[in-house]
């Protein structure tokens, strides 16, 4: 087998964040949720238990509702349907009190350019009632989560790159010490580095007890992050699980060789029934035998057969091991970058 063959299995058998165990309390509970807007529907009836400490995912396409969802969660918006509780209080546009448990850090920035990143915090933390040397000290313990303590002082905001201003928007959230902090979208736009140090530092916030909710239509970064994901379409939490059930229930390995058209037309006349079949199917007018299965080595073997019995010459091959961007494919029959 190739080398190339054992690192894509590799990917298949990675350590995943694990799910909590079930008996933990909920933090947040959505029930009947629906929002229209001006007679549309986006919102379609969420019900949704988030657990204490979880690192929970919420993975959608551009337009699935995960923003709305969470403007609802976070009292921005009022549903049109359904209740929103976090610790046992229901939220509302007017429950401030409520509002002071949690953080939202919104895919636009909060920040302020013309501020410096104390400056900034010193702002937030103040509006937050802080002050004196507390207010200080929990700014520099923000700078220090996020990274960026040596820029305390200098440049200010508006000069920082891309992925530091995300960073200050965190640190922004952090200072009101929140119990529930729900992050939409953080690493658009974020280079690498930031984009690590971001990781990082949710995991590390998420260790120390902290609950996060995280949206994203990377499905690489909830996989990475979360324990536990709800995949939404069309306003619709279509399936919740940890990742590693989500894979098991729903993973699929497809593999799909490009091949020249004499080689499709030979295949077509021995095995015409390709041209309607799911598992291994031949499209004649792109030239393309796609197969797919529950397992890489499996979808691997079959296309591996089809280049043995036909003596092909492959023009090319692209291999997607079971993901959670096939698992989305499976549920909607989409793909989610589409
Ligand atoms: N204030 C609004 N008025 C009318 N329609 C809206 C409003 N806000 C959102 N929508 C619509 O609701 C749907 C869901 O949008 P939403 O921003 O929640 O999706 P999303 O999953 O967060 O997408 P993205 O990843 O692009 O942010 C979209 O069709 C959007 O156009």
Redesign the pocket.
């Known amino acids: 087998m190739s080398t190339a063959v054992h690192d894509l299995m590799d990917n298949e058998t990675r350590i995943k964040p694990e799910a909590l165990p079930e008996d933990r309390p909920a933090v947040l509970q959505l029930r009947g949720l629906r929002k229209k807007?001006?007679g549309?529907s986006?919102i379609n009836g969420i019900d949704l238990d988030v657990r204490e400490g979880e690192f929970f995912g919420l993975l959608?396409p551009?337009?699935?509702?995960?923003?709305?969802t969470i403007s609802i969660v976070s009292g921005l918006l009022e549903p049109s349907e359904g209740s929103v509780d976090i610790f046992g209080d229901k939220m509302s546009r007017h429950n401030s009190k409520l509002k002071k448990k949690i953080a939202v850090v919104q895919?636009d920035l909060s920040i302020y350019p013309q501020l410096t990143c104390m400056e900034n915090l010193l702002f937030f933390g103040g509006m937050y009632g802080l002050g004196g040397r507390k207010l200080k000290a929990k700014a520099m313990e923000a700078l220090e989560i996020v990274g960026l303590s040596d820029r305390a002082n200098k440049p200010r905001a508006g000069k920082l790159s891309g992925g530091q201003k995300r960073r200050l928007n965190i640190a922004a959230a952090l200072m009101h010490d929140p119990k529930l902090l729900i992050l939409d979208?953080p690493t658009v736009g974020v280079d690498p580095q930031s984009r690590n140090y971001i990781f990082e530092t949710l995991q590390k916030l998420n260790r120390d007890g902290m609950t996060l909710i995280y949206t994203s239509?990377y499905m690489e970064e909830v996989e990475q992050l979360c324990g536990r994901v709800g995949i939404m379409d069309h306003g619709e939490i279509i399936e919740c699980n940890p990742v590693p059930t989500l894979l098991d229930q729903h993973g699929q390995a497809v593999v799909r060789l490009k091949i020249q058209a004499a080689d499709a037309a030979r295949i077509l006349e021995a095995e015409p029934e390709l041209s309607d079949s799911v598992s291994l199917a031949l499209d004649t007018e792109a030239n393309l035998v796609t197969c797919v299965a529950p397992k890489l080595v499996q979808a691997l073997n079959r296309i591996n057969r089809l280049i043995g019995d036909y003596r092909i010459e492959p023009v090319n091959c692209e291999v997607l091991p079971p993901s959670l961007e096939t698992v989305f494919l499976k549920l909607t029959g989409k793909s989610l970058r589409d």
């Not at 551009?62 to 709305?68: F, I, S, V």
């Open positions: 807007f001006g549309h986006v959608g551009n337009g699935a509702g995960k923003t709305t895919q979208e239509h």
